[in-house]
């Protein structure tokens, strides 16, 4: 049921994969979304398919081509249109390339959330949903994580995650008219069961599933297998799978907290299954729903990962009331859909999406 028709949510990173996929749930659900991109990581295309799914109720949805690193654009659109509440996506997530070049993350990550925020506080715009990660868990050495669970940035890209955590945190203490809710991920994978819109990374993707797509697709050779050596039942890392539509309620289900329950305060809740796959276990799923054959190259592990990582997630179940249904196969499934019509993401072999 609508929570409320008039309620305008302003999304950043909204073209991006989770982005999208949460847009396309908060028209469905009754509110309007604006969303800001500066399509860094993204296509405009996400936005347009994401209308075309969400039928009428697209007239609830705007976009803004803007970094949210420029104060004045967002200003603007704080100034032309009341925001109730903001998600906020909008990042760069590439741990490796967030040890070559730490600064490019402080600045994208850290300063952009800055900026949003101080634009927040001057238009008296107090909710937020914040994107972190199961990452500030570092190597925890048991599991399953709970939000209690001591924090570790293993990367410029976590510390980014960190920092925010922290910054959220110091707001709501020095002005409790805040209410944000901080929502850890563990891996989201699969896509929207139309099979029109999904993950689409620029590049070289750096996570198992993207990866897993685009060889089944026939855009590279093999999946290398990071590692096979780990003490889990066949070797290989597992961690904790989540279907993006999942994750996506999981947000919805945060702002229903956060417009009803006037003691939010500052919060943060684990969005995961709470079980755990290894990668040779997602690569058996994926095979058995698309029919093909995943080559592998067993390599050795990739620095810096973690052995088995999943979540707890009894505080979200019991404050969000929010649980994710989707089974892996259900995962596998809609990844291949999208995969099988989109072989090229939202672009084409020529166009500069593709790498
Ligand atoms: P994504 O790259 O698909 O989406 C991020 C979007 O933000 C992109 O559309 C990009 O163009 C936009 N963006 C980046 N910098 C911007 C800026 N300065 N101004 C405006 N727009 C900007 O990534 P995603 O997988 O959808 O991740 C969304 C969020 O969730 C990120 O904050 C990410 O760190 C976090 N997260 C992702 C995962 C994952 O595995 N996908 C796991 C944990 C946390
Ligand atoms: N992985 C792999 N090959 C790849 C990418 C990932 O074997 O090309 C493994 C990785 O070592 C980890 C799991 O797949 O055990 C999930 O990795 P991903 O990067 O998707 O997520 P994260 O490690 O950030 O949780």
Redesign the pocket.
Known sequence: MPLDMAKSILVTGGAGYIGSHTVLQLLLGGFRAIVVDNLDNSSEEAIRRVGEIAGESRENLTFYKVDLRDKGALNKIFSSTKIDAVIHFAGLKA?GESVQNPLLYYDNNFVSTLTLLEVMASHGCKKLVFSSS??VYGSPKVVPCTEEFPLVAMSPYGRTKLVIEEMCRDIYHADSEWSIILLRYF?PVGAHPSGHIGEDPRGY?????P?VQQVAVGRRSA?????NDYSTTDG????DYIHVVDLADGHISALRKIFEDAETGCEVYNLGTGKGTS?LEMVAAFEKASGKKIPLVIAG??PG?SEI?YGSTIKAEKELKWKAKYTIEDMCQDQWNWASKNPYGYGSPGSTNYK
Do not use: Q
């Open positions: 741990v199961a990452t891996n993707p750096n996570n198992l599933m990866f999946l290398t297998v990071f590692g290989t890392g597992v961690r990668v592990r990739r990962d990582l």
